[in-house]
T-cell receptor
Framework: QQQVKQSPQSLIVQKGGISIINCAYE??????FPWYQQFPGKGPALLIA?????SEKKEGRFTISFNKSAKQFSLHIMDSQPGDSATYFC??????????????FGKGTLLTVNP | KAGVTQTPRYLIKTRGQQVTLSCSPI?????VSWYQQTPGQGLQFLFE???????NKGNFPGRFSGRQFSNSRSEMNVSTLELGDSALYLC????????????FGSGTRLTVV
């Protein structure tokens, strides 16, 4: 059962363009939605994260848009640069107490930004 | 500030053998989680430890086990290795014991032949 569905699998964008990656989740108990960036040979690095009480969060060129009713969230990379070329993962988790200290990841999107 | 350190970086083992991977979390971090990353299944949660106690376990067979020491360092062990265990094994640590703000290590690349 894939609880977080991510699309597209791969994305090619020209330098300066906007990259958009989408994720959908099923479990309404999820309350923390991070995005991770992974370069070859490295572990994932936290890029930006959002809680369901806000609809948008922006950090520099990176923006998360969150639609609670549709159970969807997306990552927008403005002014995409070749250095942004990496694999991006969305994730979700149930926060707080209890035993659910785990992230459920999407399958990843390989982003290529052409110069 | 040192990051999450995983050793070894690369490992080649024969089917049927066992393997132990090590993870040193960021100083002060008490929560350590392990994930398996493969091209087909992506990133999958193995288990999480906090103050030497396993708090959560993913959907993996009992051949996969782990432990955490009093200094928060963690090890994971895979016994009776199968070809399908070939993967990148990632460790992540967190300060306050939740998965908010996880920092991942660079992983151990395990190849089973």
């Amino acid at each position: 059962q894939q609880q977080v569905k991510q699309s597209p699998q791969s994305l090619i964008v020209q330098k300066g363009g906007i990259s958009i990656i989408n994720c959908a989740y099923e479990n309404t108990a999820f309350d923390y939605f991070p995005w991770y960036q992974q370069f070859p040979g490295k572990g994932p690095a936290l890029l930006i994260a959002i809680r369901p009480d806000v609809s948008e969060k922006k950090e520099g060129r990176f923006t998360i848009s969150f639609n609670k009713s549709a159970k969807q969230f997306s990552l927008h990379i403005m002014d995409s640069q070749p250095g942004d070329s990496a694999t991006y993962f969305c994730a979700a988790s149930k926060g707080g107490g209890g035993s659910n200290y785990k992230l459920t990841f999407g399958k990843g999107t390989l982003l290529t930004v052409n110069p | 500030k040192a990051g999450v350190t995983q050793t070894p970086r690369y490992l080649i083992k024969t089917r049927g053998q066992q393997v132990t991977l090590s993870c040193s979390p960021i100083s002060g971090h008490r929560s350590v989680s392990w994930y398996q990353q493969t091209p087909g299944q992506g990133l999958q949660f193995l288990f999480e430890y906090f103050s030497e106690t396993q708090r959560n376990k993913g959907n993996f067979p009992g051949r996969f086990s782990g432990r955490q020491f009093s200094n928060s360092r963690s090890e994971m062990n895979v016994s009776t290795l199968e070809l399908g265990d070939s993967a990148l094994y990632l460790c992540a640590s967190s300060f306050i014991g939740t998965n908010y703000g996880y920092t991942f290590g660079s992983g151990t690349r395990l190849t089973v032949v």
